[in-house]
């Protein structure tokens, strides 16, 4: 991270984007649609006295040109928000450098080569999820799309533990969203949230 430019996709608040600078990155870029991200990011960056390495546009994916600028690109609980997820891809590779590096973490399922769910409606209560590949899928999708060394880093079961009610959050959270007969599933039958995290480069 030290030294690089990096491209944070559905940065959210963009947390990660601070976190980045803090682990050495020259410049962080968030992008994100949601104006309200836009004024919580800079609330924060006024709390630190005004630092400039690090900006949010509140722009999706779709927005942006090829721009080939970035020495890692992030996407992060994205992917399975688009309806396209090699578009999604392509969009990703379209951001990197030549050799730049790619991190891309989503849900998954436990399933073979060409296993995805695509949920009927709501997933553990999200709206707008659509595929959730196994991890062999994921790996090919990112192969297909001319990624290189790809490589799947980390799989955790999502926990209450990371995911639960705060003073801060909402009234409902993960522990809600699970089936309370058998929490190995949501409350709509899916199997319940596993999420993987994945490398490869352009
Ligand atoms: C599940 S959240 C993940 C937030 C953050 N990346 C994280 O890991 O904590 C998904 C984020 O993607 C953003 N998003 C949705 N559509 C997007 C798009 N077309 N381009 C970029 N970001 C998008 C949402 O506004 C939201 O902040």
Request: charge should be neutral.
């Amino acid at each position: 991270m030290y030294g690089k430019t990096v491209l944070d996709v559905g940065c959210n608040s963009g947390y990660h984007l601070w976190r980045m600078v803090g682990a050495g990155a020259r410049l962080a870029v968030g992008i994100d649609p949601m104006a309200l991200f836009l004024c919580q990011f800079e609330m924060v960056r006024k709390l630190l006295g005004g630092d400039q390495r690090a900006h949010l546009l509140p722009l999706g994916i779709e927005a942006l040109p090829k721009l080939n600028a970035f020495d890692v690109v992030f996407s992060m609980g994205v992917l399975y928000h688009r309806r396209s997820p090699l578009d999604h891809l392509y969009q990703l590779k379209d951001q990197l450098v030549s050799g730049g590096q790619l991190v891309l973490e989503t849900l998954v399922i436990e399933g073979d080569l060409h296993q995805a769910l695509l949920p009927q409606d709501r997933y553990a209560q999200m709206r707008n999820v659509y595929f959730i590949p196994s991890v062999p899928t994921m790996i090919s999708w990112l192969e297909r799309c001319g990624f290189k060394e790809v490589k799947m880093v980390d799989i955790s079961p999502t926990t209450n533990d990371e995911q639960r009610t705060t003073a801060w959050s909402s009234e409902q959270s993960l522990a809600d969203f699970l089936n309370p007969d058998d929490p190995t599933k949501t409350v709509e039958g899916y199997p319940a949230p596993l999420r993987a995290l994945f490398t490869a480069r352009k």
